[in-house]
């Protein structure tokens, strides 16, 4: 049972069977035990402790209970018959109360010189298994190699806890980087199983909270709960980007809740009593927790069979981790010895196989990367390609504009009118209306020029054309021939007296003054006017038809209109 026996101190071991739990330190007497050991019985357990000193000196020694899950153990100390003293520990006893603040059950005993015997009656509270891990992880040590022990392996633990934060605290920074909840998962994830082993070796209850063992109860309920289920979604996510199994996420969800809701308060509220609820209530957390376990696993494998690359990836790494928690969970089950070394090798196995998988993501995130940057190089150059073609027309369409318009006035040239012409005709010859070609020229337009100089007959020009083109339709034309003669072109008219209408309106607008550099100045205009079909439909014909007409208005006197013969 107990490991120490060469300190120079011999030991033997019993175990009375207590079925009602009703057995009291007072009613056993220690020099007769016979009585009450009955291996078919089951029950609370007392462990009888008979430590012999054949030496000559008083010896202190420690008993150190390495487990850290039972419940509530109690020392009582007998010498000669009398009870000398009594302590108690475990995970329901607060530090406060225990005789040595340790995450183990720890306990001094002081054994007599001289051939003396020294009994130690260790009672049990816990049922069934987890009591077998009484007789199976103590240890007697004398003072000075406990203490090294001891911080020799709480060295190594905090070694791996601060692995494992820098694993937990890149893969924060990668969650806040990229947004991915691939990241968030895997962080939850890594910080919970942390938290977990930090409870399962004492760890968490001795440092956080050593005086709350019901937080501490919940804490290592919640995160034994939580950290399947987070690794439940957080497998979804790795081998299901496409979300094939959004129902399954929905039935996690919903047992998870249920778990926290239902099973875990009532196995909370009735552990003190142990009864059969509350073996039953942890007996269904545990179920839950395995086949998360074993089904994020077996989700691994079928995706390996589909031939999904991630597959094989969590599946090797994720085996890696079932293995090496394997041993720790035989120790918890009590199948296997407890020992720091199985700790620490489940530890740096998880720690292994946890950093493939970090491998994994990341390659994950730089291959995403790579082609994010490849799409944004894609998307620069088609963006870059796209403001070359939008210039390279704005060039175009300013060429064209410059081609065909005036520079002064910004009126179409004689070219582009040319060009809507015979489109006008054609309008008209479907709609059986008139189009109208008005040939304009300005009457006193050379005296300007020599009066005033060519800068003010370029303001005259371009005052005329804005006049011009606040007379007439959107739709029409009025273009700049050349010099002071300017054409415009109306299609879809219904008689002569609307063209006659516009050509009067037009010698009265552009009769009027005209103030340029404070000087008022007036002239007139010569209006000629062709109809379509009324005087043919060749647009050439029509243009120096237009043009005679407006000549011989200017010969009869100018300021007036004038139609083709």
């Given at each position: 049972?107990?490991?120490?026996?060469?300190?120079?101190?011999?030991?033997?071991?019993?175990?009375?069977?207590?079925?009602?739990?009703?057995?009291?330190?007072?009613?056993?007497?220690?020099?007769?035990?016979a009585r009450f050991i009955d291996s078919s019985s089951d029950g609370s357990r007392w462990h009888v402790l008979e430590l012999y000193n054949p030496g000559s000196r008083m010896r202190d020694m420690l008993i150190e209970l390495r487990y850290p899950f039972l419940t509530d153990v109690e020392v009582f100390s007998f010498s000669d018959g009398q009870l000398q003293a009594n302590y108690r520990a475990g995970i329901r006893?607060?530090?406060?109360?225990?005789?040595?603040?340790?995450?183990?059950?720890?306990?001094?005993?002081?054994?007599?010189?001289?051939?003396?015997?020294?009994?130690?009656?260790?009672?049990?509270?816990?049922?069934?298994?987890?009591?077998?891990?009484?007789?199976?992880?103590?240890?007697?040590?004398?003072?000075?190699?406990?203490?090294?022990?001891?911080?020799?392996s709480e060295q190594i633990y905090w070694l791996f806890f601060g692995a494992f934060l820098i694993v937990i605290l890149y893969h924060a920074v990668g969650a806040v980087a990229t947004r991915g909840r691939l990241y968030w998962f895997y962080t939850a994830f890594c910080t919970t199983y942390l938290l977990m082993q930090m409870c399962l070796s004492g760890f968490a209850f001795q440092l956080f909270w050593p005086n709350?063992?019901?937080?501490?109860?919940?804490?290592?309920?919640?995160?034994?709960?939580?950290?399947?289920?987070?690794?439940?979604?957080?497998?979804?996510?790795?081998?299901?980007?496409?979300?094939?199994?959004?129902?399954?996420?929905?039935?996690?969800?919903?047992?998870?809740?249920?778990?926290?809701?239902?099973?875990?308060?009532?196995?909370?509220?009735?552990?003190?009593?142990?009864?059969?609820?509350?073996?039953?209530?942890?007996?269904?957390?545990?179920?839950?927790?395995?086949?998360?376990?074993?089904?994020?696993?077996?989700?691994?494998?079928?995706?390996?069979?589909?031939?999904?690359?991630?597959?094989?990836?969590?599946?090797?790494?994720?085996?890696?981790?079932?293995?090496?928690?394997?041993?720790?969970?035989?120790?918890?089950?009590?199948?296997?010895?407890?020992?720091?070394?199985?700790?620490?090798?489940?530890?740096?196995?998880?720690?292994?196989?946890?950093?493939?998988?970090?491998?994994?993501?990341?390659?994950?995130?730089?291959?995403?990367?790579?082609?994010?940057?490849?799409?944004?190089?894609?998307?620069?150059?088609?963006?870059?390609?796209?403001?070359?073609?939008?210039?390279?027309?704005?060039?175009?369409?300013?060429?064209?504009?410059?081609?065909?318009?005036?520079?002064?006035?910004?009126?179409?040239?004689?070219?582009?009118?040319?060009?809507?012409?015979?489109?006008?005709?054609?309008?008209?010859?479907?709609?059986?209306?008139?189009?109208?070609?008005?040939?304009?020229?300005?009457?006193?337009?050379?005296?300007?020029?020599?009066?005033?100089?060519?800068?003010?007959?370029?303001?005259?020009?371009?005052?005329?054309?804005?006049?011009?083109?606040?007379?007439?339709?959107?739709?029409?034309?009025?273009?700049?021939?050349?010099?002071?003669?300017?054409?415009?072109?109306?299609?879809?008219?219904?008689?002569?007296?609307?063209?006659?209408?516009?050509?009067?309106?037009?010698?009265?607008?552009?009769?009027?003054?005209?103030?340029?550099?404070?000087?008022?100045?007036?002239?007139?205009?010569?209006?000629?006017?062709?109809?379509?079909?009324?005087?043919?439909?060749?647009?050439?014909?029509?243009?120096?038809?237009?043009?005679?007409?407006?000549?011989?208005?200017?010969?009869?006197?100018?300021?007036?209109?004038?139609?083709?013969?």
């Amino acid at each position: 049972m107990f490991v120490g026996s060469y300190l120079g101190i011999w030991h033997t071991s019993t175990e009375i069977y207590d079925p009602t739990g009703a057995l009291e330190a007072a009613g056993i007497d220690p020099r007769n035990l016979a009585r009450f050991i009955d291996s078919s019985s089951d029950g609370s357990r007392w462990h009888v402790l008979e430590l012999y000193n054949p030496g000559s000196r008083m010896r202190d020694m420690l008993i150190e209970l390495r487990y850290p899950f039972l419940t509530d153990v109690e020392v009582f100390s007998f010498s000669d018959g009398q009870l000398q003293a009594n302590y108690r520990a475990g995970i329901r006893i607060p530090f406060s109360e225990r005789s040595i603040a340790h995450r183990y059950p720890v306990f001094p005993v002081r054994i007599p010189a001289d051939h003396t015997t020294l009994v130690l009656l260790i009672y049990n509270m816990n049922h069934g298994m987890l009591a077998d891990q009484l007789r199976d992880n103590a240890y007697l040590w004398d003072e000075k190699k406990y203490l090294y022990n001891s911080r020799t392996s709480e060295q190594i633990y905090w070694l791996f806890f601060g692995a494992f934060l820098i694993v937990i605290l890149y893969h924060a920074v990668g969650a806040v980087a990229t947004r991915g909840r691939l990241y968030w998962f895997y962080t939850a994830f890594c910080t919970t199983y942390l938290l977990m082993q930090m409870c399962l070796s004492g760890f968490a209850f001795q440092l956080f909270w050593p005086n709350s063992p019901e937080l501490n109860l919940v804490v290592l309920l919640t995160t034994i709960t939580m950290m399947p289920t987070i690794l439940a979604h957080f497998t979804l996510a790795f081998l299901d980007p496409e979300e094939r199994y959004a129902w399954l996420k929905k039935c996690i969800s919903l047992v998870t809740f249920l778990c926290f809701a239902g099973i875990l308060p009532v196995y909370v509220y009735t552990s003190k009593s142990y009864s059969v609820i509350s073996v039953v209530a942890i007996l269904a957390v545990l179920s839950i927790c395995l086949v998360y376990l074993l089904g994020a696993l077996a989700l691994a494998l079928l995706e390996w069979r589909r031939g999904n690359p991630r597959g094989r990836q969590f599946t090797f790494a994720w085996g890696l981790f079932l293995i090496a928690q394997s041993s720790g969970i035989f120790v918890w089950l009590g199948v296997f010895e407890s020992s720091v070394n199985q700790s620490f090798l489940s530890m740096a196995g998880a720690l292994f196989s946890l950093s493939l998988i970090s491998g994994y993501m990341a390659e994950r995130a730089s291959r995403s990367l790579a082609k994010h940057q490849l799409a944004n190089s894609l998307m620069d150059i088609n963006n870059q390609l796209a403001v070359e073609v939008q210039e390279r027309k704005l060039a175009e369409a300013r060429a064209w504009h410059l081609a065909n318009h005036d520079s002064l006035t910004g009126l179409p040239t004689l070219r582009l009118a040319r060009e809507r012409l015979p489109q006008a005709i054609k309008l008209s010859q479907r709609s059986g209306k008139k189009t109208a070609i008005l040939f304009i020229d300005l009457d006193g337009f050379k005296a300007v020029n020599d009066t005033y100089g060519h800068s003010a007959g370029d303001q005259l020009l371009q005052q005329v054309a804005a006049r011009m083109s606040a007379c007439v339709r959107e739709d029409d034309t009025v273009a700049r021939v050349g010099g002071d003669e300017f054409l415009i072109i109306q299609a879809g008219i219904l008689n002569v007296a609307v063209i006659s209408t516009v050509a009067h309106k037009l010698l009265s607008v552009l009769s009027q003054s005209y103030d340029i550099n404070q000087q008022v100045i007036k002239v007139s205009a010569s209006i000629g006017i062709a109809l379509c079909p009324d005087h043919g439909t060749d647009m050439e014909v029509l243009v120096k038809l237009a043009d005679t007409a407006m000549y011989s208005i200017k010969q009869a006197g100018k300021n007036n209109i004038g139609f083709v013969g």
